[in-house]
């Protein structure tokens, strides 16, 4: 089924608007070209709506954010709602300083998303309100776990409902979930945790995907969060004896750009809840 | 004969300021220290003429463009012109933003470029002064073919008479143009656009190939283009079946680190019109 | 002795706030990663203290600085201080600019550092207070060799001794000064200044070797400049034919992932002067 998302993508080469961090956006337009999507950066206040006017979705990711990019992710927000394309939020780092919660809850407030997609932390931070990294709703555990995966579960089928958006918290185990439907994925390796920018990369992704199957916004970040998965599986089969993360991370990337939808939906692990 | 400019540039290690992107900025940097020039990177309005100053030449290039940057770009490049030393524009995205268009108009106005290198997009909107992506040029076509190789040779021409620069056109062929010479080089590999960043890998590359060989100008920018694009054949070659578009990122890279004279010449692909 | 330092790295993972330059900052993030430690970039004034208040230590790197970036640089660390966090100072390009060595010789003059490192001609630049590149010292050579090593070393010293910090001078041969030791450190491979960016991977490297291991800055600082040489020797060898710059970018982040406390032991060359 996810084969029909990746076929859209490479057919229909939506080219995304990223206003993201300068840590690893040369690794997110490197794995939207590999998954057939273009990529645009832009940020600056004059020129964030001519951007996202000419692409099919909007990246939203607030890594290294600063006084200058904000007012742009707002002003970028709003015009992609003005002209219903689809937007993501990647709250990097909510909940690890006033400002970046802030601006995450401030983004929440005055633009639509189509996706919020963050780790479990993040999306507590945004769910709570709170400020603190230290304020964790004591009813979800701060990773998502076999054992507690019903209540992690509820808990973003539960933000959905309230914002209106599909979530997906990924980990180690992922969750996409609309208000009344969740994917948990098992898909994945430990060890794409030990580069930067997989999560960042996953968004960026994530963006295109769901620009490319408007319609289907659950099954299309679902099918995203899968291939990142996948590709990441695969990238760690191809590792050699003296590879660690660095070329872990180019392997992924070529995984991506080698995924076929045979291989996305053959090698896909997840229940639906 | 292109091994003579590729020897200079070995030889001299030109250190070349380069006012960039942040999505490619790396790339540029390893391409440079990989032909046997010096990279630095400052885009500050508080130190640009200080860095330009003690540079051999000065790589404009507008991708994520922002209110501080911008302001930076005019002061670099007037304090190159000052001090007589080349300066290349890559106009990247004019026509995508009302922002881009007018600040890579207005840099045309106030700074004398010795190259301005682009894609066919790029460069028309530059000739026309439109600030539409939809402001095509009718007697142009939006790709260079074996076809209208000849009215597009005539466009670069005119753009470069009417600049006094060099006009680099890059794409599946490359047009490289003074008033009334011009290179066509057939070298590359489609595959290059599923990077991100090789039109600014090979702005650096061009600027520190003109600053090596000052005085041959239209010979540099040509080599410089040709060795970009047999690296892209080189690196193409090398991949294997689990690669994709980012090991051929680096094998580009490392294919210019190992590119020697003898190679270029023999691999070049051009013919003058 | 060193290993000791590499599993104390591990161990604690400890998290490193880096405000670095746009160029080299996924690799700074990747090497952080290899070596066991996590990465945070943020560098807005709005929100420094904040993520410094969260780390274990702070990574100060003035390449590509800018009017908004340098207040965040002060007020970081000036926080790191108060909660006694160590702090690393690059003086990346000091002497370059007017900008670049006024901030910093501000930062010094407000800031307590635990680690100062840099090449020889940075490193001079802060000592005399000089802002030319051309006002160099006399008595301390341009590179550090084994005829000049006694002079760099008393230079090394005596700059530790003025500002209390732990002085890191690297190049062919690298000098880690306190006061009245210093460690001269022989591994390395000449190809690794091919690269960019090694100075910053080794500036992010030390501070998580420092921040681990509170109480030993010196040997900690050796430890981290040794295991950065060791990683540049493993990588050299795995190169092959082809590989050139890019590859061996990612060959030396893959070393520091698999670097054993046993091989960094094995492979450190060095003398106590």
Not at 78 to 86: D, F, R, Y
Not at 122 to 138: C, M, Y
Not at 181 to 194: D, E, Q, T, V, W
Not at 236 to 248: I, T
Request: hydrophobic fraction near 45%; charged fraction near 20%.
């Amino acid at each position: 089924m996810f084969e029909e998302m990746l076929k859209n993508v490479r057919q229909r080469s939506p080219l995304i608007h990223n206003i993201t961090n300068y840590v690893t956006v040369n690794d997110c337009a490197n794995i939207l070209l590999a998954c057939g999507a273009s990529p645009i950066m832009a940020d600056d206040i004059g020129e964030v709506e001519d951007i996202t006017a000419i692409c099919a979705g909007l990246n939203i990711n607030i890594g290294t954010l600063n006084s200058r990019t904000i007012p742009g992710m707002f002003a970028a927000g709003k015009k992609a709602n003005e002209l219903t394309h689809p937007v993501l939020l990647d709250p990097v780092g909510a909940g690890a300083s006033a400002l970046r919660t802030r601006t995450a809850l401030g983004l929440l407030d005055e633009v639509k998303f189509t996706v919020i997609r963050g780790n479990i932390s993040e999306i507590k931070t945004l769910a709570t309100g709170s400020g603190s990294t230290k304020g964790v709703d004591a009813d979800v555990a701060d990773s998502v776990t076999r054992e507690n995966l019903p209540q992690a579960v509820a808990f973003a089928k539960s933000f959905a409902e309230k914002t209106g958006a599909v979530v997906a918290i990924t980990g180690a185990i992922d969750i996409v979930a609309s208000a009344d439907k969740a994917y948990c994925i098992f898909n994945g390796h430990p060890m794409m945790s030990s580069i930067t920018g997989t999560g960042c990369q996953l968004s960026a992704l994530t963006t295109a995907y769901v620009a490319a199957s408007p319609g289907s916004e659950l099954e299309a970040v679902a099918a995203a969060v899968c291939a990142m998965g996948v590709c990441g599986e695969i990238a760690h089969e191809r590792l050699g004896d003296a590879d660690g993360n660095s070329s872990y991370r180019n392997y992924i990337i070529d995984a991506m750009y080698n995924l076929t939808g045979y291989a996305l939906d053959r090698r896909a692990k997840y229940e639906i809840l």
